[in-house]
């Protein structure tokens, strides 16, 4: 079952692999709560490093930036190296059930996404070759056909704004997030 703006996301501590317990949804705060694909995916590595590369401008404006992934922390843990925010491992597919985050073959056959993927492979390997990223395990956890979704959570447990993916690289960009966080109320309960 998809979320829509409005709905409510129970509290949680989320486990990262590079990090202390990070609290969903954040009393001080804005969520983003990204859900990628697996460890080491190169369309979602180029995605990430957009988020790297503005984090402290995300920062400023309220937003704690959350990554999600399928797969293993074992697995994850190497990719999340150097990463500004909290990588997630969920093997399970808990959270991704419970936020209604699937996988579709059109993750990878939709045309939109071809552009991105080609830029993503050759910048990942050029970035894989200099050694400053790792090649994906031949046979990620949780498959290659995810789908990405972005959430904006309020520190009261709303859903502000939210994305499903239709492709592999059907996400906010940095200014959409910046864009949607202007607009979503930042009230907790005990306002």
Known sequence: MRLTPGSDVPARDLVPVNGPPVPVPDPG??????FRRFAGCPVCNLHLRSIAGRHREIE???????????????ELAPHAEGLPFPVVGDPRQKLYAEFGV?????????????????????TGTWQVLRGRERLPASRPAGGRLGLPADFLITPDGRVAA??????????????ELLSLAAQAPVASKES
């Open 60 to 74: 400023a404006a309220g937003i704690r930036e959350v990554a999600v992934f399928h797969s293993p922390a074992g």
């Open 29 to 34: 705060g804005l969520v983003h709560l990204q």
């Open 162 to 175: 939210v994305k499903y993916g239709e492709h592999a690289y059907d996400q906010w960009s940095v200014d």
């Open 102 to 122: 699937g996988s579709s073959r059109r993750a990878l056959l939709d045309p939109r996404a071809w552009g991105p993927i080609a830029r993503a492979l050759l």
